[in-house]
């Protein structure tokens, strides 16, 4: 079977992470051993939109007070994260005409 001809990326794992009409590449990896590992995998849906979907595991202190400033860190620097991708992507606004 042609995988372009069946509507695959040139990105895409072309293989069994494609189902229902959504392609979606090989994971990409990044780990720092024993404390952090994130996983990113693009997609794009039957509509045609592509997605960054990124899941990230950080390991958290024992101290209960210190997890959760962990995690308020993380969740600030995650929405900075989203707000600036969300930013970069958004379409250049045109000149006004002079």
């Known amino acids: 079977m042609n995988h372009r001809a069946a509507g695959h990326t040139g990105w895409c794992g ?3 992470r494609c189902n229902l009409g959504e392609h979606r ?4 990896v990044v780990d720092v051993a024993g ?3 994130a ?3 693009r997609v794009r849906t039957a509509a045609g939109r592509d997605h960054a ?3 990230v595991r950080v390991a958290l202190a024992p101290i209960e007070l210190r997890a959760r400033r962990q995690l308020h860190g993380l969740l600030t620097d995650l929405r900075h994260t989203v707000t600036r991708a969300a930013v970069a992507g958004r379409p250049h606004p045109r000149k006004a005409a002079r």
């Open 39 to 41: 996983v990113l995998v």
């Open 35 to 37: 404390r952090a590992r």
């Open 53 to 55: 979907e990124i899941r």
């Open 25 to 28: 590449s090989e994971e990409i």
């Open 14 to 16: 072309q293989d069994h």
